[in-house]
């Protein structure tokens, strides 16, 4: 078959992918990885063929929602509703240029669409329209259920009004594609439908989705209407020809193993004060520390600390002691994949849900939302993480239940079943 994936965000939001699109690709199908032109290393690397993406609004859409984060933290109300009002301003912009660039992308000869969260809204019309099977490929849980609070919401005791919170959080969801749905629809010659009614639509069909994460991570609700799976894990599949660099390597070898403090993609605050912070509890708990410099751009220059660039998660997160991490679902999987205790520090979005979840796992001993950071509160959550028996024990547990599991190899069954 010949198979577009397409996905879009930051780099968790796309490397899972590049493992999905090997694996489909060894089964013999013709694969095209269409995303951000940023992440050509990555996916070329695989031997992948990739479409690039021009529009890239994620950089400008953190950004706003980093500033809204801060405004609320103010007591300005006026600089609260003027950030809101600039980030609702920049995801519909950012959304209709990608809806844009996604038509441009799509090729009207492809058998199947293999569409992520943030694609789907967009990328099923332009199926429809070309008469081209498609189905979601989502690294989170959005369908609502009475089990657990949506994945952008806080985690929440089982009730049924997890179902209304679920679907008011993604009534705003789709207000993000209304310029993007009227663009469309008006280049395609369609009938315009609303972004509640493209999303009843695509669940009254039961259109498929496969959920890019764990069942023993997420266990299935019963609620949930038939059509949506849990694959289980796709990991990112690994340049072949990657060494790591020697800085790293002999910085392993000179002791014991080190904390690795990364957030990823995310931008919070100020990145020197943060590197400071980060520092400073690795010297009160003890403990020697890889800092990745990320989007953040974080830079620690100390004793037992070296700053790295992006190194693939696989590789690196089982060498350490614990990870200190943003709890986005690609950084969050890896770090259960390595085995190691975790410290979550969630920004915004999916990641204080993932941060729960991790501590009902056990594998975190404490969950640090980014507001109330302070280095003696990370200090103790890394002396946690990396002395208690049990949080490692759990760790552990978790690593040995993922390697069961074959994510990419689910996906690429029921792709079968369709052809």
């Known amino acids: 078959m010949r198979i577009q994936v397409i996905t879009v965000g930051t780099t968790g939001s796309v490397a899972p992918y590049t493992g999905l699109a090997h694996r489909l690709m060894a089964e013999g199908h013709e694969v095209e990885l269409v995303t951000h032109a940023k992440f050509a290393k990555m996916v070329t690397c695989c031997g992948l063929a990739m479409r690039e993406l021009e529009a890239d609004p994620f950089e400008a859409l953190i950004g706003a929602r980093t500033s809204l984060d801060a ?28 809806a844009d660039s996604i038509l441009a992308a799509v090729n009207p000869k492809a058998d199947l669409l293999l569409l992520s969260s943030i ?4 990328g099923s019309v332009i199926a429809r329209y070309h008469g081209i099977a498609s189905m979601g490929v989502f690294l989170q849980p959005d369908v609502p259920t009475a089990e657990f609070a949506h994945c952008t919401l806080a ?22 594609y209304r310029t993007a749905n009227r663009g469309l629809h008006a280049r395609l010659g369609l009938t315009l439908r609303g972004g509640h009614r493209l999303r009843a639509d695509r669940e009254r069909s039961q259109w498929p989705i496969w959920h890019g994460y764990s069942p023993w991570v997420v266990p299935h609700p019963a609620d949930w209407r038939p059509g949506l799976y849990e694959a289980g894990y796709w990991w990112p599949h690994e340049c072949p020809t990657w060494q790591p660099p020697a800085l790293v390597t002999d910085f392993l070898a000179a002791g014991p193993p080190p904390v690795l403090i990364g957030f990823g993609s995310m931008m919070p605050g100020d990145p020197q004060q943060l590197g400071e912070s980060a520092a400073q509890a690795l010297r009160q708990a003890g403990l020697r520390g890889i800092i990745q410099s990320g989007w953040a751009g974080l830079s620690v220059v100390d004793d037992d600390v070296i700053t790295v660039d992006s190194l693939p998660h ?37 990641q204080p849900w993932w941060a729960a979840r991790l501590l009902q796992l056990g594998v975190a001993a404490d969950a640090i939302p980014y507001r109330e950071l302070t280095s003696a509160r990370l200090a103790d959550a890394l002396i946690r993480a990396t002395q208690d028996p049990e949080v490692a024990r759990n760790a552990a547990v978790a690593a040995d239940r993922l390697a069961e599991e074959d994510g990419a190899g689910a996906v690429a069954r029921a792709i079968v079943a369709l052809d």
């Open 71 to 98: 405004a609320g933290r103010g007591s300005n109300p006026l600089r609260t509703l003027r950030s809101l009002g600039s980030f609702v301003r920049a995801a519909e912009e950012g959304m209709a240029s990608l």
């Open 314 to 350: 696989g590789w690196l997160m089982p060498r350490t002691a614990a990870v200190v991490h943003h709890a986005g679902a690609g950084t969050t999987a890896a770090g259960l994949r390595a085995g190691v205790p975790a410290v979550p520090v969630p920004v915004m979005t999916d």
């Open 119 to 122: 694609v789907a809204p967009i």
């Open 155 to 176: 985690w929440r005791p089982e009730g049924r009004a997890n179902i209304m919170r679920a679907r008011a959080a993604n009534a705003l969801m789709d207000t993000a």
